[in-house]
């Protein structure tokens, strides 16, 4: 395993995600996601969005979201971690 006294961040420790999907989901799929908080936005626009944003317990769970997405057929425009590395 590699590991570095600099970056806290790790395969199993708990770290807040955000993810950017394309069009917008209803506010129940936040129990599908493990309870991110979702808001949508670009309505105005023309380009509506969906950003969730929350905590998981690992990358595993954090996969468990994607894979939940993935088999829906919702393409990711964005994951990125949210805790200082």
Known sequence: MIASRTC???VHSP???RILVPGHLSADWSERIGGMTI???GRS???PTTEMVGRVA???ALLG???QLY???VPL???ECLDKQ
């Open 65 to 67: 979201v994607l894979e």
């Open 45 to 47: 626009t023309g380009r």
């Open 77 to 79: 425009l964005r994951v």
């Open 15 to 17: 770290a807040s995600y």
């Open 71 to 73: 088999a829906l057929g």
């Open 39 to 41: 808001t949508r936005h």
């Open 58 to 60: 690992d990358q595993a």
């Open 8 to 10: 806290p961040l790790a």
